[in-house]
């Protein structure tokens, strides 16, 4: 054997041993089909917290799960320590086929995609009446990312006591959605909480909306036994606080007919990005306008002269603010596109 420029033998003491064990290395990945089945109900700082089989456990993901994330509402499969008790950690191996995907961009031209929750069934888009002022153009991009994954789109409107919903209600009725409106007495007296509850029975219903609107305050009407801190609106501003740092899975009281479900919270958001989102696709959130772009010309960016559209808002079949908010989503797109 030859090393460092001389010729050593096995005496030799400046020969090390090998560090490298003698068992051949294998691709074959355990199959953990003693694995048990759990929900993840918040991600915080790569650690994971589940609900298995009725305890909440700590985890955290496998290596051999590379770089595959690991979001809020997947069904895992988990191995490990899962008595729940302090300071006991288990490992997340295997993320179950998700049902549904709710995605945004943190604007237009940025080209990472987060994931939000899996696995839910509907969208409550959640928006003050006053106290801030309502965004159109945010509840658009929401319905857009609704449409897109598959999730029933839920309007909440909050603060009723500070300004009547009758006005932006308007807007949307074209679009069938369903919609629900709150006032802060009713919340605190559970009237209104029981309103909205009732139409999250037996569904995973993910909460979006802007911070100050009162997502946090309704979750909390919503799930009583579980308290989430609250922030104020900025008055100079106009601006709410960010009081909720990470998404959070909570199962709602059971009702008298035994129907449960689940309630996401998720952090207030100041943009809604649509990167991921295809401008064919996003006509579908419209189906006001969608049946009036069948008979726009081939490949009709809908904001261009023989848009048929023009014609379809002036024949009164949508309303014009509608194909305004539609053309200035697409013409935001375009822009990025071009760039």
């Not at 609900?51 to 051999?64: F, H, I, Q, S, Y």
């Not at 990472?112 to 928006?127: G, K, P, S």
């Amino acid at each position: 054997m030859r090393r460092y420029g001389k010729h050593t033998d096995e005496d030799d003491i400046r020969v090390r041993p090998s560090r490298r064990g003698t068992r051949p290395r294998t691709h074959t990945r355990p199959k953990h089909e003693d694995a048990a089945e759990g929900l993840v109900l918040t991600v915080d700082r790569g650690r994971l917290t589940c609900l298995v089989e009725g305890r909440t456990v700590t985890a955290m993901k496998a290596r051999e799960l590379g770089r595959k994330g690991v979001v809020v509402g997947d069904r895992v499969a988990v191995v490990g320590d899962l008595s729940g008790a302090k300071d006991t950690l288990a490992r997340v191996v295997r993320v179950e086929e998700r049902t549904s995907v709710l995605r945004r961009t943190a604007d237009d031209n940025d080209p990472y995609e987060r994931v939000i929750v899996a696995n839910a069934d509907q969208l409550a888009i959640v928006t003050a009446l006053a106290d801030p002022e309502p965004r159109p153009r945010l509840i658009d991009r929401c319905l857009v990312a609704a449409f897109d994954a598959g999730l029933e789109p839920l309007l909440v409107l909050t603060k009723s006591d500070l300004a009547p919903a009758r006005p932006l209600m308007e807007t949307y009725a074209p679009l069938g959605v369903r919609h629900v409106v709150t006032s802060r007495e009713g919340l605190a007296e559970g009237a209104g909480a029981e309103s909205v509850r009732e139409l999250m029975r037996g569904q995973v219903t993910v909460c979006v909306g802007h911070s100050g609107v009162g997502k946090t305050t309704l979750v909390n009407a919503l799930v009583p036994r579980r308290q989430r801190a609250t922030g104020d609106v900025n008055a100079v501003t106009g601006r709410g606080r960010h009081t909720t740092t990470s998404a959070l899975a909570l199962p709602l009281p059971p009702s008298t007919t035994g129907e449960d479900g689940w309630v996401i919270d998720t952090p207030g958001v100041r943009s809604f990005g649509l990167n991921h989102i295809q401008l064919s696709r996003v006509i579908h959130a419209f189906p006001d306008l969608e049946e009036g772009a069948a008979s726009c010309p081939r490949g009709c960016s809908h904001n261009e002269s023989g848009c048929a559209l023009d014609a379809w808002v002036a024949d009164g079949h949508a309303d014009a603010a509608r194909l305004h908010s539609l053309r200035r989503l697409l013409g935001t797109r375009e822009r990025r596109e071009g760039d």
